[in-house]
């Protein structure tokens, strides 16, 4: 394949567009027909999308804009390092979420399928466009419309249902707000007109006056911080879609959708950023503002995570605070790089490394925690943790993999989530010598994950180690098909690979941004002082083993924690057993009940009871 990239990025465009033509046609007889048909030619298009990727980010492949016409119209599109970064991670996704569709989608025995094959590409489609197109308007507004209304028909896709319909509607009309703001920013800016790129952008900010540069900014933040799930406006939407969408496209929706999000204020509070004498951009102000954003979001957000009892919506509130970690990270890498110091310039990289990093790992494991609540739903047809438990024993190989992604979520060494978000909160806690209010931030950070490992306790307790199922679902319960297992093994496999070889992804990132277009940030990860020193800065996250690679030597650390944890419960079994004590097992003594049942186990709302009852004021309470 060559080296064509705008080429290749519109044939996958026609290739999904195809799809979408195609595979409704056939849906109408033969369903899982139309879900192959759809899987292969998403994952063709990926195949040219991945292609991308990797010659821009490794082969460094220069890229200029380039422009189609669309009637009288023009278009901007750009593929640089960056948005190739984002490009790999939606199609590596959309590939894992078509696959598992297939057999998935076809239990929805009362629904056409044609809808859900015509949306599920377009969808695709509209995020990559989003990625690729170089404007706030004209681009901007095909893009983001396809991705919308896709995605609202996807999300409505179980129509019948009012609670479905009421919460597709508020997700569309809230997006459309978020675009309005987005693309009526633009015409704040002065001298700009319909259809400017981004670099022309840029250089009218720079003669723009101070106010109406504030409120570009500030309409920027709000309309992609509704994408991205950022406290307040995610509380708005956010729960309601993901947790009513199916599975697969909620794994989407959380997967890779809200990183659009995301890749919007990095791209406009990073890369449209004028320079030179009488700017008025004030990066260390927008930083403060962002990060004190980001730490709101993912504390409330994993707060209001733990207290749900349906166990898609835990996942979506969890998302929220997800997206909080980068969101915080964005910020304080803002911050510091505002700084006159050197040493927090350098934290200000390792940051942002840590948020993109934090940007994959999320993709995968909520994807796959998404991808799990479904085939849950799937064999037992109910999302109520207090409806469920006991699943280890009937799906065992679905309950493994979710331990996996909990524990990666929680960011438990050695996991992927542990090293992406020890990178963020290590790094904003080191900076505190200079930036006091980051040391907060990071240590609200820091308690906010042993808040999220016991959304997860809960999440795989009730699920699949306690007991219920066997009362209260009345259907045969058994391991989901293999064509619903095999994508979750492999994102499983990601989970464990991200979290002992973090390092690997770290040298992604860094060539991310050295061939990126950036000005600032390319010349930084570019300077020899970075080059040198980058590795030893990240304290905590790595150590060098000698005579062996960086790449291997960052597995010590996540490895030696495992190793010390497993010492311990080796002790702990020889300490026990040198007095020579027997095991033997008895009947659960049940408060003199007569037998365990329904009526005598642990409900949702009993589960961390105090905790919740504390942080009350947080919002997304659960009326019992």
Known sequence: MNTDIYGNLFTAMAILAASAVISPIVAGTKRKLAGWINFIMVTIAAIFLLHISYAVIFKAVPQGSTIINLGPLGVYFLVDSFSAFFIAIVSFMAVMSSFYSIEYMDHYHDYSLSGFYFNLPVFILGMIALLTVDDLTIGFTIAWQLMTIASYFLIKFEFREKNVVYGANKYLVLMELAWALIVGSTFLVSGSSMGDSLHIITENLGHTSPVMMYAVYGLILVGFGFKAGMFPFGQLWLPDAHSIAPSPISALLSGVMLKTGIYGIMRTFFWMTPHGEGVHFNGFLWGTIIASFGVVTLFVGTVQSMKQSDSKRLLAYSSIGQLGYIIFAI??????????????????????????????????????????????????????????????????????????????????????????????????VLAGSEVTFLVIFGIIALFTSAVTLSCYVKFFGMTFTSTGTEWTVKKDIKEVPFMMLAPKVVLTALCIIQGLLPFVYYNVIIEVFRNSNISTLTNAFRHAEFNNHIFSSMSGISFTVPGMAGAVSSAAVPIVILIVVSLAFVIAKLFKNSGGSEEREAPTWLCGYAELNNLNRYPDRSMFASLKGFFWWTGGNVKK
Do not use: C, R
Not at 366 to 377: A, N, P, R, T, Y
């Open 331 to 428: 910020g304080a890498s803002l911050v510091l790089f505002n700084s006159e110091s050197q040493y927090m310039k350098l934290l200000a990289l390792v940051v942002i490394i840590g948020a993109l990093y934090h940007v994959i790992n999320h993709a995968v494991f909520k994807g796959l925690l998404f991808l799990v609540s479904g085939s849950v739903l799937y064999t037992t047809g109910t999302k109520d943790l207090n409806k469920l438990g006991g699943l280890i024993n009937f799906m065992p190989v679905t309950a493994v993999v979710a331990g996996i992604a909990s524990l990666s979520i929680a960011g438990v060494p050695p996991f992927s989530g542990f090293a992406s978000k020890w990178t963020i909160i290590s790094s904003t």
